[in-house]
């Protein structure tokens, strides 16, 4: 299936003749607006894409290529008369377009789940499915935005003034290739807007909607709404399986550091490699037993593990994210972990040697891996049950040990790291045996 991207207009209200930026081009958290579309598209599985350009249309398609640095193709077409509606460039990409496609504004941003379930809608060649939100959410200019009429599963109108609605128009389109005649018609009449066509096809009975289910999309027109936006796509981070120390203390940093990391040239693996160093540092400050080293091995720790969250946060804000990047993230945290038990135990045999300590310590690294070896099927069950399962994780696991240094509490901690991550092992087996 293929994509049409609207990217022609002159982006006044967000300062694009100032700027001599076109709007497509403006940046979102490190990616131009326009390539955050796209990608977006092709994590839901688009990969044929005809981009309509207009204003500053030659840089543009400096910025984006022939699409292969992306793992798709782009075809562009020019709308010489972008000034008018935007009826003409849809139009313009008529001859480009023999099946079902989908529609997207270049200045639109949205979840990826909502083409999906676009995809596997079923219209007929004459009809058109929009995306409808029915509860905007709060970022959503509702002045600005597009409002729509229901009634028994059909839009019956839609338009900026409309007084009694019952949603907003998302942007985000699934078109029968037979939009382009009645398109045409309305075009001639001198309705030369994309909501003349699709009112009119509700005046038919042809205009479905499909509602985003409380799936995140914005229309960036202005500047507020590109901070809303990103915003917002920064919240979106916080993932379902969260322990409550990432959530409400590592998280809040982790995504202003990546905020910081998404406009640098740094790949998602090299943050990896990186939190591993600072763990290894941890490690050695923590072996050599003293107070301050050990204060400053704990601190270390918890460093660690807040950049150890902005491996991902920065693979998912431009799009990077791959299983080689999980694991290889998934492997240097294992060796991190042992490293800083071992550590742990290192700095205490120097005052208090003796077997016991190493089986306390061997007991304690085992359990650490357990969790995380156990934390895949058991992250499954909470995605599955909405979030609602408390989790131990590695991000409560590297609190712990940065408080039992503060405290100069390390033996106790070694002992509370052995007790509760093997408590914590043996609770998940019981669970996931009756799941």
């Excluded at 699409?67 to 001859?95: F, H, P």
Aim: proline share 2%; net charge neutral.
């Amino acid at each position: 299936m293929k994509a049409v991207v609207l990217a022609a207009g002159l982006g006044r209200r967000i300062g694009a003749p100032e700027s001599g930026v076109p709007k497509p081009l403006r940046k979102v958290l490190g990616l131009p607006l326009i390539k955050r579309v796209i990608l977006s598209a092709r994590e839901a599985g688009i990969r044929e894409f005809i981009v309509v350009t207009g204003y500053l249309g030659e840089k543009i398609r400096e910025n984006l290529g022939e699409g292969r640095s992306l793992d798709i193709k782009i075809t562009y077409v020019e709308n010489r008369q972008w000034e008018r509606g935007n009826g003409l460039s849809l139009l313009r990409a008529r001859d480009y377009i023999d099946d079902r496609f989908i529609l997207l504004m270049g200045d639109h941003l949205f979840d990826p789940e909502i083409i999906k379930d676009l995809k596997e809608a079923a219209i007929k060649d004459d009809e058109v499915l929009l995306v409808v939100d029915t509860e905007p959410a709060s970022y959503i200019d509702l002045q600005d935005a597009t409002k729509v009429r229901l009634e028994e599963g059909r839009i019956k109108e839609l338009g900026k003034g409309l007084r009694e609605y019952d949603g907003v128009d998302c942007g985000i389109f699934l078109c029968g290739k037979d939009i382009f005649r009645t398109l045409q018609e309305e075009i001639d009449r001198g309705r030369e807007t994309i909501t003349d066509t699709m009112n009119e096809l509700a005046r038919k009975n042809r205009l479905f909607f499909c509602d985003s289910r409380g799936r995140f999309w914005i229309d960036i027109d202005t500047e507020e709404a590109l901070k809303r936006a990103e915003e917002t796509i920064l919240k979106g981070l916080i993932k379902p399986t969260d322990g409550i120390v990432s959530k409400y203390l590592n998280r809040p940093i982790s995504t202003r550091i990546s905020r910081w990391l998404v406009e640098r040239e740094i790949s998602p693996n090299m943050i990896t490699f990186i939190s591993f160093l600072v763990s290894v540092v941890s490690a050695i400050f923590l072996s050599l037993g003293n107070y301050v080293s050990t204060i400053a091995g704990g601190i270390l720790v918890q460093i660690s593990s807040i950049i150890d969250g902005c491996d991902g946060e920065v693979a998912r804000l431009r799009f990077q994210s791959s299983e080689y990047g999980a694991w290889f993230d998934s492997v240097l945290d294992r060796y991190a972990d042992g490293l800083i038990i071992l550590g742990m135990v290192i700095g205490l045999h120097r005052y208090n040697g003796g077997i016991t300590l190493w089986v306390y310590g061997y007991l304690a690294l085992m359990g650490t891996l357990l969790t995380s070896y156990t934390a895949m099927k058991y992250d499954a069950l909470i995605r599955a049950e909405g979030g609602t399962r408390w989790r131990f994780g590695r991000d409560t696991r590297m609190l712990m040990i940065m408080t039992g240094a503060l405290l100069n509490e390390m033996y106790y901690l070694l002992i509370t790291l052995m007790v509760v991550t093997n408590l914590v092992t043996l609770r998940r087996l019981y669970i996931l045996r009756g799941a």
